[in-house]
């Protein structure tokens, strides 16, 4: 996983706000991130200058594109990241004809990380959205979650409403 000594590159998964960009990590270089194991689901993250922080690993997931989909927590805050070699890394990237979020094709299909209630929906089907702009509100844990676009386009389909109960995993928004 990533409790490891070769260079990758972290990513958020997709539907992580925007701005959050990718992060090459190699613990050779000098003022490198490295992660090593402390125990079951636990890791250390040892960054620069020295500082240590502890944190715990959820479902682990390999993804197609043969990087690894893995759910952590720090401090309290979940991420979700996509950790891969960053050499396979690399070469993706040279292969792509553009690296910004124009880049993205088909339809996003934005699903519910956790499950709760929908506060507001601030979209319907044909409204011009941008990258990173609010779509839903949603309330779990006595905590409101901002929902945004993972890209740039036309809402297609809003599945629910005010007030409704979500699911992990249930289809939330279409975004094309």
Known sequence: MIADTRPVRVSPAPGAPAGDEPRDLDPASPGGVSVERSGPGRV?????????????????????????????????????????????????????????????????????IIPGRIAAVRVTAGDAVEAGQTLLVVEAMKMQNELRATQAGIVERVTVGEGDTIDTGDLLVVVR
């Not at 682990?60 to 990087?67: D, E, I, L, N, P």
């Open 44 to 112: 250390s993250v040892h960054a620069a200058g020295g500082v240590t922080r502890p944190a715990w690993i959820g479902p682990v997931q390999r993804m197609s594109t043969g990087a690894t989909r893995v759910e952590v927590v720090v401090d309290g805050w979940r991420f979700e990241l996509d950790v891969e070699d960053l050499e396979r890394a690399r070469l993706r990237r040279r292969a792509t004809r553009t690296n910004g979020p124009e880049s993205a094709s088909g339809p996003a299909e934005i699903r519910a």
